[in-house]
């Protein structure tokens, strides 16, 4: 090139540059919860302006995703450096786990004065339940049934994090999970695609919120796309296979309802489906994500989960795997470098189209765009604002109405809960109520132990004041010394009462966490049936990541309520429900089997031609145990009783293009204040294939005063009453139904009424 031409092309990419960038958009400031000016045309337009700028180099690094810790997994020599240069050079999109203003600002710096393009870097980190203030676990919170507080907590924690750099979350997990044993049930809402699809919109709306500019939000990421939560076995990372009716009816909705309310960004999955690794599944990724669904942003893959393809064995080599992925519809590569390093040479041999390449780009580029990035690249995050807005008494405060909403008492026996004043002294025996790290539960960001109020320092803040409390540990968690367990029983028969604080540590539930076994780990049944022997009223707080085995505590303890893994306001929020100043009202958002032999195990189940029963042996069950569940879907106790009653329905013939009125009166026939989750439940008796024996299709959060009455009403159209039919077509058909409303998902009130068309 000439002097002159090199002279004429910089001048043009300068000129470029200036029109993309937002001063000639004249996009520079405009008054909070405006639309963006530029609509989707124009953003468009900005997109290709820039494409037509970009070397192929420039075009693969928008696609390539660096960790922090990159080189340390990559085993590269002098890797920073050349992390560093790579990003000068243009060839780095996206950084995961750097966090604060200052490192994500000084990174920042570097791709907007120092690249030759300037575009901008986004920021992603695991912001799954909270970024300091650290909130109950996923798994938790679905527990509240209440969603608008998961929409809360969401945007509470985009706040904080957005304030220090972080433009991106990788959240909300939307996995629907059968089987306990997999570690990561505690991210997700459950097993139920009704209940989860309601939280996957609410967090798509808190953490993200309609629009993508805004500096206080994050851009969202449902994952991971999908059906990760169905691994065989329960082994994290393992094989996913099950009828793509299954998959459709049961898995995927959640991820459907995250790209209904606008989420920017789903991620591939480690698993594969049938067959084919999703993180290489075209089938997944543009068939149903982008043609069926319309889902106009980017798909960024799992850590090294293209690299995975490979490993899976669809694919000889990196090259190859790479451009499986890419061309399946995983835009942007996580931390495997496949894209960044090796598609240059799939371009040249024409195995990869320059197409595909830039179609991911466009994608990657009109988000970055949507956010804002190129008008204001630090989107104001800065240390004064991380100051000013971490850990605020408000967020506290929402943390611990957020844990308490989560709690599910599971039992109560003669009422011993709430403790009351008449309780003179109570010994607080086991592991996990001194701790302040388990409480965060597991993806804790920068949450701190320091910050937590453990279970004991609560508990003891919490008693009436002439309550005496004490503690003991008995025992550790995970560990097989019994020396502590004689003690802890000779201290409890002094006691009026003991409240033994059992369960998992955080490490045993999250990512690479399945368990076999899913009874209380270590020696801790033996230490609560030293304390139950001395009997002595026990009271049992459970804290865990997962459903678990309990059949011994479930028989033998006065009453045990689930905490969770609460966050930082955990002894707080226990001590609130304990003396009873919040009367419990979560509902499990997953079976609790009686053995671990019964796993899978969830409500919405298939009837099959032998539907268990007393009667008969030859029927679908065990020999050595019953086939229901510990504790049912959608079940938990109150403080006061609720009665259900007067079910009612608008008509009992439903026609093709109507929708019907189910309507239920309940009351609250107890003494104190309390919350219901008034749940429905609705059953097609004959399909084109076998249906469900009950599946959730609406739920209410009521609150009733002592003696008071309310009726709730439902509306059931035929799209809550639609499945994939004998040809695979989504839709409802003809026959009887019934519906069920009640307090679980055993609830027994019910109506029958017939769909026509
Ligand atoms: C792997 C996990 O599966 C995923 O959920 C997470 O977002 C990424 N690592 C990044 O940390």
Redesign the pocket.
Known sequence: MTQMSQTFRAASIAFAILLVSSAAWGQKSRPAGQPLPSGPADVENRVDSLLRLMTIEEKLGQLNQL?SVWDTVLHRSNASASGMQMLREGRVGSF??IVGSEATASLQRIAVNETRLKIPLLF???V?HGYRTIYPIPLGEAASWDPELAEETARMAAGEAAAAGIHWT??P?VDIARDPRWG?IA?GSGEDPFLGSAFAAARVRGFQGHLLDSKSLLLA?A??FAA?GGPEGGRDYNTVDMSERTLREMYLPPYRAAVRAGVGTL?S??NEIGGVPSSASRHLLTDILRKEWQFDGFVVS??N?VGEVETHGIASDRTSAGILGLTAGVDMD??SLIYVDELRSALKDGRLKMAVVDEAVRRVLRIKFRMGLFEDPFRGASTVRERAVMMTQEHRALARRAASESFVLLKNENGVLPLTESTRSILVVGPLAESKDDPLGT?SARGEAADVVSIIEGLRRGAPSKTKVTYVRGCGVDDTVRSGIAEAARVAAAADVVIAVLGEARSMSG?AASRSEIGLPGVQEELLRALVATGKKTVVLLMNGRPLVIPWTAEHASAILELWHPGVEAGHAAADVVFGRINPSGKLPATFPRSVGQVPLYYNHKISGRPASEANSFTSKYLDVAWTPQFPFGFGLSYTSFAYSELTLSATVMRWSDSLVVGVKVRNTGKRRGEEVVQLYVRDHVGSVTRPVRELKGFRKIALDPGESKRVTFNIGRDDLAFWNGLMEHTAEPGQFSVYVGTNSHAELSAEFQLEE
């Open positions: 960790s995961l786990n992603g980190l695991d799954i990788f959240a997990m990561r991210e990421t994952k991971h990760y991620m999955s480690f799992d850590w989960s996580m931390m993806w990512e």
